[in-house]
């Protein structure tokens, strides 16, 4: 009988620590199944668009390129500006993360436009803000090592050459004056011959 009542009692404890932990595995696993069912969070990258001078075309083309293959693509991985004004990349994230783009303008065909050729590199840090909800915070630089606060875009345009054309009073004058010139070079011609050949006559 005492052997077999250490048997129940070893029995016993062995059950109770198998279940402790099965609960803590249940546990741990729900835990995990959580932290993983964020809810969506979209993120804005915006984009401002500035024309100096005057400019014949008024649309102009905004890229962002993923540079890692396993982060989320923007909502439009092209998006416009009409002349100057802002526009917006929507990037939406599921779960916590580090993504990096690469924002540039396409440069278009108008030969009056000097386009910005600046590139943007966007990092988004996406965190657990610590209640199961996710936060991000964008981190902006540029080639030139400088850490801009926003993806800013400067085109300029430039007035073609056109040839220069005489006119009103100024030119009517220039034309009346040249007119005079030619008649008195002309005169001056006919009289010395003029007097040639009274000279050899004579």
């Known amino acids: 009988m005492r052997v077999f009542a250490k048997t129940i009692r070893s029995l016993t404890r062995a059950l109770t620590v198998i279940t402790a932990a099965s609960v803590m595995l249940a546990v741990c696993f ?3 199944l959580a932290a993983f069912d ?5 993120v804005p990258v915006p984009v401002n668009c500035e024309i100096s001078g005057r400019s014949a ?21 092209l998006i416009t500006i009409d002349g100057s004004g802002t526009n917006t990349f929507k990037i939406v994230v599921k779960e916590p993360g580090t993504y990096r783009y690469k924002v540039y303008e396409k ?12 590139v943007y590199m966007v990092t988004i840090y996406v965190t657990d803000d610590g209640n199961g909800k996710l936060q991000y915070q964008i ?12 993806v800013d875009f400067a085109n300029s345009a ?5 040839p220069i054309v005489a006119t009103g009073e100024n030119g009517t004058l220039n034309t009346l004056i040249a007119v005079i010139l030619l008649s008195s070079g002309t ?4 009289a010395v011959q003029r007097k040639r050949r009274e000279a050899e006559n004579a």
């Not at 964020?38 to 979209?42: G, I, S, V, W």
């Not at 440069?107 to 600046?118: F, L």
């Open 30 to 32: 729900s835990n995990a």
């Open 38 to 42: 964020y809810t969506p969070l979209e």
């Open 57 to 77: 075309e008024k649309i102009y083309e905004f890229v962002i390129e993923k540079l890692d293959g396993n982060v989320p693509s923007a909502k439009e991985e």
């Open 107 to 118: 440069a278009g065909t108008d030969s009056n436009i000097i386009y910005d050729d600046t």
């Open 139 to 150: 981190i902006l630089s540029k080639d030139d090592m400088v850490k801009p606060t926003s």
């Open 158 to 162: 430039i007035k073609p050459l056109t």
């Open 187 to 190: 005169a001056m011609l006919l």
